[in-house]
C-alpha cells in the first residue's frame, strides 16, 4: 500500500540545514551531512517527485572538489540560473580574517552535481559587521536581481550577486556588503516572497540545544528593514527538540508551503544527532504567518504537475 503521508523524518541518517528547492519538476532538498566538524567532509542530496518517496544521491559535493577546504563543510544553498546550478556552502567555521574558509560557490549541470569549486577559492572570506561567512542563502527575485543572505553569531548581511552568479556586484550606493541583522538573529536566514511581501526568516538559540527554533519579519524589500515578528516553528517536547534552520517548498500554482526544517529526536542528546523533517506552514488573512505544527506525519502525497 502506498503512503499518503511522507512521515518524518523524510529519510533516514543524520542530516541538517536543509534547503529545499524544485528544479526541473522534481523536489529536491540539500542538507548539510550532520557530524563533528572534522568528519563532515562531503554533502548528499534528496529528491522526490511527490514528497512521500525520497532517493538519496550521494556525495554530490566532495572537500576533494574544494581545493581550499579542509573541515566543516556545511549549510548548502543552491540555485538555478543561465541553464547552471551553482550551490553555496559554508567551509572551514573561520574565527578570524587571518585563516582561509568561508562561503563558497561551486557549479553542476544537473541538480545532482557533480558540483564543482567555481573560483579555487572562497566567495566571501572576510567577517564583515560582525557577521561570520556561514549560513548562505540565495534568493533570486522576480525582477531577476539575485542576493545572498549569510551571517553567524548573531549578525545577517546581504549582498548582490552579479549574472555569473560567481562574483559580488554592489548596491545602488555603491556598497558591497550590507547588515540587516533582525532582533534576536542568530543564524540560518532564509527569504521566501509571497504577495509581494519579503519574509525574512532566520535561526534562534543555540543550535545544539533543545530550544533551536524559526522566527520571521516581513517588509516590502528584500533588503528590510526586518523588524521580528515572532517565532513560527519551535520545539514540543512531546515530539522532538532543536527544530530549526529551514528550507521552503510552495507547491506551484498554488498557496501551498511546507517548511523542510532539522529536528533532534526526543532519544538523542548528541548534538549532531538531527533529522530532516517537513511540515506544513500557512498564512493568516492579514499575511502573518501561522506557527507551524511539528509532526511525526509530515507532508501529504503531492505529485508535481507536469510543466
Known amino acids: 500500500m502506498e503512503k499518503t503521508f511522507s512521515g518524518n523524518p523524510l529519510f533516514p ?60 563543510m556545511w549549510a548548502p544553498s543552491p540555485i538555478k540560473r543561465n541553464g547552471k546550478y551553482y550551490y553555496y556552502f559554508a567551509a572551514n567555521d573561520i574565527q578570524s580574517n587571518e585563516e582561509l574558509g568561508g562561503i563558497g560557490v561551486a557549479i553542476a549541470d544537473s541538480p545532482a552535481g557533480p558540483f564543482k569549486d567555481a573560483l579555487g577559492k572562497p566567495l566571501i572570506d572576510q567577517i564583515h559587521y560582525g557577521a561570520q561567512p556561514i549560513d548562505p542563502h540565495v534568493f533570486i527575485d522576480d525582477d531577476g536581481k539575485a542576493y ?30 550590507k547588515e540587516i541583522t533582525p532582533e534576536r538573529f542568530i543564524e540560518g536566514p532564509c527569504m521566501i516572497k509571497r504577495e509581494n511581501i519579503y519574509y525574512f526568516m532566520w535561526s534562534e538559540g543555540g543550535w545544539g540545544g533543545p530550544d533551536y527554533s524559526v522566527a520571521y519579519a516581513m517588509s516590502t524589500s ?9 517565532k513560527i516553528l519551535q520545539q514540543n517536547p512531546e515530539v522532538a527538540t532543536g527544530a530549526g534552520h529551514h528550507g521552503m517548498f510552495q507547491i506551484p500554482g498554488t498557496d501551498d508551503w511546507y517548511i523542510v526544517y532539522h529536528r533532534r529526536p526526543l532519544t538523542e542528546t548528541d548534538a549532531n544527532h538531527r533529522e530532516v523533517c517537513i511540515d506544513s506552514l500557512s498564512f493568516n488573512k492579514d499575511g502573518t504567518i501561522e506557527p507551524v505544527t511539528i509532526t511525526f506525519q509530515g507532508a501529504p502525497y503531492t505529485p508535481l504537475k507536469n510543466d
Open 13 to 72: 541518517g543524520w542530516y541538517a540545514d536543509p534547503e529545499a528547492r524544485i528544479f526541473d519538476n522534481r523536489y529536491w532538498i540539500y542538507p548539510t551531512y550532520s557530524a563533528p566538524y572534522d568528519e563532515q567532509l562531503f554533502f548528499d542530496a534528496f529528491y522526490s517527485d511527490n514528497l512521500v518517496d525520497w532517493t538519496k544521491v550521494e556525495r554530490i559535493l566532495k572537500k576533494d572538489d574544494i581545493p581550499w577546504a579542509k573541515r566543516a
Open 148 to 177: 545572498l543572505y549569510y551571517g553567524g553569531w548573531g549578525h545577517c548581511n546581504v549582498v548582490m550577486l552579479n549574472d555569473d552568479m560567481i562574483s559580488l556586484g554592489s548596491f545602488e550606493d555603491g556598497s558591497t556588503y
Open 222 to 230: 528584500p533588503l528590510g528593514p526586518f523588524k521580528r515578528v515572532g
